[in-house]
């Protein structure tokens, strides 16, 4: 079977939405006593595709009687850990099958048509874009980290900041709401 880790990866995601969706109401009481340690717990689950949307509430309701800066700042180092660690877990677990899938007929003729030193910029945006939007962190890791190109301190801050400006962003629209 070929990508079995990559089928296995979108088999579990689709099993934990499908057993855990319904669960994204409940944020425990208690846990807003955690303070700074809750919001970058937050930060964490922010960048997880099935744990984002309670991480986003959480950060809403972390923000009504915080310092918005503090609180995006916080969450966005939970972020840069979840981040990481994805990438780590890609990047050592899945080099096998981005290898193979390197040598699949599209990425072949993606590589021709595309120079390689516009290569590394289209890699680093996006990755970037994924990262940035609401869509799953998880592509835009994997675009990032299957890049030999791509250094762990240029994804680190690249993360940091994206996170952390859409943490921001999202508490800012809540608070003009």
């Not at 096998?96 to 390689?116: G, Y």
């Not at 900041?161 to 921001?168: C, S, W």
Request: no cysteine; proline share 2%.
């Amino acid at each position: 079977m070929k990508y079995k880790k990559f089928k296995s990866l979108g088999v579990i995601y689709a099993l934990t939405i499908f057993l855990f969706g319904g669960l994204s109401n409940s944020i425990p009481d208690s846990f807003i006593e955690y303070g700074s340690i809750g919001i970058f717990i937050a930060g964490i689950l922010y960048v997880f595709s099935f744990t984002a949307p309670i991480a986003t509430a959480m950060i809403l309701i972390f923000s009504i009687n915080k310092n918005i800066l503090f609180l995006g700042l916080i969450a966005g180092i939970g972020s840069l850990i979840g981040d990481l660690v994805i990438f780590h877990f890609i990047r050592i677990s899945f080099m096998d099958e981005i290898s193979e899938l390197s040598k699949h007929r599209a990425a072949i003729f993606a590589s021709n048509k595309i120079s390689k030193k516009y290569r590394k910029y289209l890699t680093y945006f996006l990755g970037s874009f994924f990262i940035a939007t609401p869509l799953p962190d998880e592509i835009g890791i994997a675009i990032l980290a299957s890049s030999k190109d791509v250094q762990m301190k240029h994804f680190s801050i690249i993360s940091y900041i994206l996170n952390t400006g859409g943490i921001l962003l999202i508490v800012l629209i809540n608070n003009l709401l």
